[in-house]
Structure formats: structure tokens, C-alpha cells
């Protein structure tokens, strides 16, 4: 069975900085794009960033200069470096990732994974 695993979250400061980490396991083939989204309380889910598996990458607008998402495709796990945190960006930070797997003797293309999750509050 594949599972992501966030982890790093926490309580900081404004103009703080936090690092998240996000590891997919099992039984992988290929890892292709990874995210992170993000949802506030009485928000809908949001794109943060995205990165490919060739490391191309895009933003959203609120977070572009202060967030930097990379990958270590040897580990297939993703990161989101924050920094100059925002109250505005309290939320919980969920990964994905499209990758293929085996389960048994099948091979499974291109399914969508979600992490449960980690909670980022930006307060004083």
C-alpha cells in the first residue's frame, strides 16, 4: 500500500519559518508531480506549490518569494520551505502526489495520493 507522511508543522511566529517534509512509501514505481495544498478553516483547499518531476515548479500568487517547494527523487519526498511566515497562511498543509504503483502483480498509472495532513499556525 502507497501512503504519504507529512510532517513539520507546527506554531511560529510571523516572519517565522517552518519546513515541511512530505515522504511517499510502498510499493513505488514512479513518482511524477508532487504539491502541496492547503486549507484554512471555512476555506476551500488550496494550490500552494507544485513541482514536477523534472523540477519545474509553480506557485501560488500569495506565497511566491517566500515559499520554495524542491524534491529528493531518491527518497520520493517533497519539501515546502516557508519562510516570512503570515497569519494569513495558517492552515493545514496537506501533500500529493501522482505516481504508479504495484499492488500484487498489477501496475497502477498515474494515481492521485493525499497526506493526512499538517497543521501550520502562524501566531504571536
Known amino acids: 500500500q502507497v501512503q504519504l507522511v507529512e510532517s513539520g508543522g507546527g506554531l511560529v511566529q510571523p516572519g517565522g519559518s517552518l519546513r515541511l517534509s512530505c515522504a511517499a512509501s510502498?510499493?513505488?514505481?514512479?513518482?511524477?508531480?508532487m504539491a502541496w495544498y492547503r486549507q484554512a478553516p471555512g476555506k476551500e483547499r488550496e494550490l500552494v506549490a507544485a513541482?514536477?518531476?523534472?523540477?519545474?515548479?509553480n506557485y501560488a500568487d500569495s506565497v511566491k518569494g517566500r515559499f520554495t517547494i524542491s524534491r529528493d527523487n531518491t527518497k520520493n519526498t517533497v519539501y515546502l520551505q516557508m519562510n516570512s511566515l503570515k497569519p494569513e497562511d495558517t492552515a493545514v498543509y496537506y501533500c500529493?502526489?501522482?505516481?504508479?504503483?504495484?499492488?500484487?502483480?498489477?501496475?497502477?498509472?498515474?494515481?492521485?495520493?493525499w497526506g493526512k495532513g499538517t497543521l501550520v499556525t502562524v501566531s504571536s
Open positions: 513541482i514536477t518531476s523534472g523540477g519545474s515548479t
Open positions: 510502498g510499493s513505488i514505481f514512479s513518482v511524477n508531480a
Open positions: 500529493n502526489a501522482d505516481l504508479s504503483y504495484y499492488s500484487g502483480s498489477s501496475l497502477y498509472y498515474d494515481m492521485d495520493f
